[in-house]
């Protein structure tokens, strides 16, 4: 018996079914070149990709009805963009840098690829969303939560971190939920017109919770001539213990009297400061008049712990009494421990400060490019800070959990592009990434 048929389509040629190409079925064209199918009951058209029943679209996708565009650059300059909806498969046609693979978008706007030249290694390339900048202003609260340890409240822009820093922030909790850019550093001369942070209210409402950085960085602080500079610029330990962890800095000038990256000033010897899994970057320049540090600028009767924390950055202010420091610039009356970190510095500047009125300083595993003489802190070269040789090097670092060697100086894992699609760390997702992938992915280093 033969079956029979009736509006069938194929892309295999057949006499007994219509005969189509993929791309006519692909979108819109597919209500034309199936024009037995009913596309107003039965089936509708994906915009770059096939059609489904709608039996199944109303529930994939009504609920993420936006598009997805995600662009990618290959090493020779060329720029692809693909746009679909979450679910879609696009097939990548064949290009001089790249082989055939496809692309799967998600609903939170993640991309994967299945690549064929080695076994289905799981890598997720994260869609670059465009980049809000700060206002200027502050916002009049949070993206949610209740600002309790197990609801903390979230922060995903430059106006809410402003006005964390600038209402009452006492015992409260804060998570930071995305990359946060409080001025537009894509020209190399974004600091002629930049925002100032640093300023007004963040002077005298001192920083008294919580906050988790979530793995994010912050690009483009800007403060100048501020009495205390810095992302979190003053931190009060009167009346509550103060945690501050897993935040990045980089593309930032920092400019004031206690200036550093991520604190100005902490003071106050009542309760606690435990500042951990923190780094700034190479693009941040500190330059503080009476303290610069690459994390902290000065301590003031207060008894922080410091631990996984890195500073890669440039120190170039002049400061009275060699108040400056990798880790820390200045502290007085304090007694501060450095556990588990790193620092390279410039003009022989020391990994941190070590002397100053009734303080002590306890290290463990601190290493820097310029010990400075500072018992406990181990002096290398910078060709064993960079690498695979920092694992070496610095051996008293968690390379197997918290941190990850690579080209460059080493890296938090929270932060870790890998996590990001990022593998070559050149800054951009791109063909590049493939070829590395698949050397990661043959055991290479």
């Known amino acids: 018996m033969i079956p029979e048929l009736k509006n069938v389509y194929s892309t295999a040629v057949s006499l007994r079914v219509k005969h189509i190409s993929e791309s006519d079925v692909t979108g819109s064209r597919a209500a034309d070149t199936l024009s037995g199918f009913d596309f107003e009951n039965v089936w509708?058209?994906?915009?770059?990709?096939?059609?489904?029943?709608?039996?199944?679209?109303a529930e994939k996708y009504s609920l993420f009805r936006n598009s997805v565009s995600l662009t990618l650059e290959f090493t020779d300059g060329t720029v692809k963009t693909v746009t679909g909806y979450p679910g879609d498969i696009i097939p990548w046609s064949k290009t001089e840098n790249a082989t055939d693979f496809d692309w799967y978008l998600e609903k939170e706007g993640l991309r994967k690829f299945a690549y064929n030249t080695f076994?289905?290694?799981?890598?997720?390339?994260?869609?670059?969303?465009?980049?809000?900048?700060?206002?200027?202003?502050s916002a009049a609260g949070f993206s949610g939560g209740a600002g309790t340890e197990k609801n903390p409240y979230m922060i995903a822009n430059g106006e809410q971190l402003y006005y964390m820093?600038?209402?009452?922030?006492?015992?409260?909790?804060?998570?930071?939920?995305?990359?946060?850019?409080l001025n537009d550093i894509t020209k190399s001369d974004w600091i002629y017109t930049a925002r100032k942070w640093a300023s007004g209210a963040m002077q005298s409402n001192a920083f008294k919770g919580h906050l988790d950085g979530g793995?994010?960085?912050?690009?483009g602080i800007y403060c100048e001539n501020a009495e205390n500079a810095a992302l979190i610029p003053l931190v009060s330990l009167e009346s509550n213990d103060v945690d501050i962890t897993n935040?990045?800095?980089?593309?930032?000038?920092?400019?004031?009297?206690?200036?550093?990256?991520?604190?100005?000033?902490?003071?106050?010897?009542?309760?606690?400061?435990?500042?951990?899994?923190?780094?700034?970057g190479e693009k941040v320049e500190i330059c503080g008049t009476y303290?610069?540090?690459?994390?902290?600028?000065?301590?003031?009767?207060?008894?922080?712990?410091?631990?996984?924390?890195?500073?890669t950055g440039l120190l170039s202010g002049k400061t009275a009494d060699g108040r400056q420091g990798g880790i820390v610039g200045f502290a007085t009356g304090s007694k501060y421990s450095v556990k588990e970190s790193y620092a390279v510095t410039n003009e022989k500047i020391p990994v941190t400060y070590a002397s100053g009125t009734a303080a002590e300083l306890s290290l463990e595993n601190v290493y820097g490019n310029n010990a400075g003489g500072i018992a406990?802190?181990?002096?290398?070269?910078?060709?064993?800070?960079?690498?695979s040789s920092a694992e070496i090097g610095m051996s008293g670092l968690d390379f197997k959990g918290m941190w990850q060697s690579g080209v460059g100086y080493p890296i938090l894992s929270s932060f870790s592009e890998y996590?990001?699609?990022?593998?070559?760390?050149?800054?951009?997702?791109?063909?590049?990434?493939?070829?590395?992938?698949k050397k990661l992915a043959a055991g290479e280093k």
């Open 44 to 57: 509708q058209a994906v915009e770059g990709g096939t059609p489904v029943p709608r039996v199944f679209a």
């Open 419 to 437: 996590r990001r699609g990022d593998a070559n760390k050149d800054g951009k997702i791109n063909i590049a990434d493939l070829i590395r992938y």
């Open 291 to 311: 303290s610069q540090g690459g994390i902290i600028g000065t301590l003031e009767n207060t008894s922080p712990i410091i631990k996984n924390c890195g500073f």
């Open 247 to 280: 935040i990045g800095i980089d593309s930032s000038f920092i400019s004031g009297k206690n200036a550093a990256g991520l604190i100005g000033k902490a003071y106050g010897n009542t309760k606690s400061l435990f500042t951990a899994m923190c780094y700034v």
């Open 119 to 137: 076994p289905c290694y799981d890598i997720t390339l994260y869609a670059k969303e465009k980049t809000v900048i700060w206002s200027g202003a």
């Open 165 to 181: 820093l600038t209402s009452n922030n006492a015992g409260k909790y804060y998570i930071i939920t995305a990359d946060i850019y």
């Open 376 to 387: 406990g802190a181990v002096c290398l070269d910078i060709e064993k800070m960079r690498g």
């Open 215 to 219: 793995g994010h960085t912050v690009y």
